[in-house]
């Protein structure tokens, strides 16, 4: 068993296995690693407020590594020291990316509703094969579309050749 003053290493990360029941490994200054039955390792920081234990979620190991575990715990003890909460803060975090999201995704919906141009000068529309040079037996296509010409017979020819 490690000595609870020790800090955590990656090695001892890596080599944690799931058991029946979940365990932490706590590394120092309120962060751990919760390892779930599942196999998960999520890092979460205890911190206490107003008298009360609270537990803030960082992460999951190996998506969030040790090092910046560390850096995202300092950063909550950090506003901790200012008198904040770290949990309301990050709660606050997610409803402002929520709402720019939402913004986002209006602000693109309303340019779906934008009328398009027909061609590529939209002051003139090409409605018939003339336009665009064509013999009259050939219908226009549509724009970027490739063109369909017909192309005469390459058989032999009247000279007898081909």
Known sequence: MRDPQMSLSDAAIRSAKSKSAEYKLFDEGGLFLLIKPSGSKLWRFKYRINGKEMAL??????????????????DAKELLEKGGDPSAEKKRQAVAASIAAANRAQS????????????????????DA???????????????????????????GQDGKG
């Not at 693109?108 to 409605?127: A, E, G, K, Y």
């Not at 050939?138 to 390459?154: C, D, G, K, S, Y």
């Open 108 to 127: 693109v919906d309303q340019l779906r509703h934008l009328p398009q141009p027909t061609s590529l000068f939209p002051d003139q529309r090409l409605t």
């Open 57 to 74: 979620a960082l992460g999951s190991y190996p998506a969030t590594g040790l090092k910046d575990a560390r850096k995202a715990r300092d």
């Open 130 to 156: 003339k336009h665009i040079g064509l013999p009259d037996c050939v219908e226009t296509p549509p724009l970027f579309a490739p063109l369909q010409i017909p192309i005469p017979h390459r058989g032999k």
